[in-house]
């Protein structure tokens, strides 16, 4: 048998990967994290399977279902909201697997920033305006930041950030990007983005915490931080320029 961590996208039914949806279709055992993982796609779970909802356990409780599942030959389904590779707790449960030696498989998934990105129809790398994305978030209860990983650090590049978690230290966060962002540097803050009842917020640094306090904004939300969500001033992407030449365009075409 084998765990497949899989990435269950953002919250939109449609936006989890094919490969996801049928490792889901063909495991007799699932252990899914909350509310964070729509119910539609826990319903794409066989017949009879055995269904968890792990929120209420710690990891041992978790690990122990699994190896309860190994010892019954089942494959299974551990579901995670958005990409198992950030903000998933998914290592630490590796780490246990491969100490008890129970075989293990990743399968990505549509992270929140980037289905963000599409509801806003904005790309967050312009040319000459931001070509770095950060993907970040700020110091909480259940985890610190390492040293050289604060805000202050990070806004020296002044890339666009997507801060997670985070949106109880919006009033932090501002205080401590404007000095290298500026006041009127867009914010956009999305609510439950892709889920059926999603929200944006827009604003700039002076501006959106009022604006997110009306809204009433206290958890699942995303911030955004850059010159690209709030900008036509850009210069075009040599990609599809008529006269630069690239391995994939031949000399001729590239001198029309």
């Known amino acids: ?52 909802d792990t929120a209420s356990m710690h990891l041992d409780e978790i690990i122990s279902h699994i190896k309860t599942a190994h010892e019954l030959g089942h494959d299974i389904a551990r579901i995670h909201s958005g990409d198992p590779s950030i903000y998933g707790a998914t290592s630490e449960q590796m780490r246990k697997l491969d100490k008890i030696g129970i075989d293990y498989e990743v399968c990505p998934g549509v992270s929140a920033y980037t289905a963000m990105a599409a509801s806003m129809k904005k790309e967050l790398t312009l040319a000459d305006v931001s070509q770095t994305v950060i993907i970040t978030r700020t110091s909480v209860r259940s985890s610190g930041m390492p040293s050289g990983e604060q805000l202050t650090q990070l806004a020296k590049s002044r890339a666009t950030l997507a801060i997670h978690l985070s949106i109880n230290n919006l009033k932090k966060i501002i205080k401590e990007l404007t000095p290298y962002y500026g006041q009127d540097c867009p914010v956009a803050v999305g609510y439950r983005v892709s889920w059926d009842d999603e929200k944006f917020i827009y604003g700039t640094l002076s501006d959106i915490r009022e604006k997110v306090k009306i809204a009433n904004f206290t958890r699942t939300a995303l911030i955004m931080v850059g010159k690209v969500l709030d900008t036509n001033d850009f210069n075009d992407s040599k990609l599809y320029d008529k006269n630069h030449w690239h391995i994939c365009r031949d000399e001729q075409q590239s001198s029309y």
């Open 1 to 52: 048998m084998t765990v497949y961590f899989i990435g269950a996208g953002p919250g939109a039914l449609d936006l989890i990967t094919v490969r996801g949806l049928k490792l889901i279709q063909k495991c007799e055992t699932c252990l899914y994290a909350g509310s964070l993982v729509p119910t539609g796609i826990i319903q794409e779970c066989p017949d009879g399977a055995n269904i968890m």
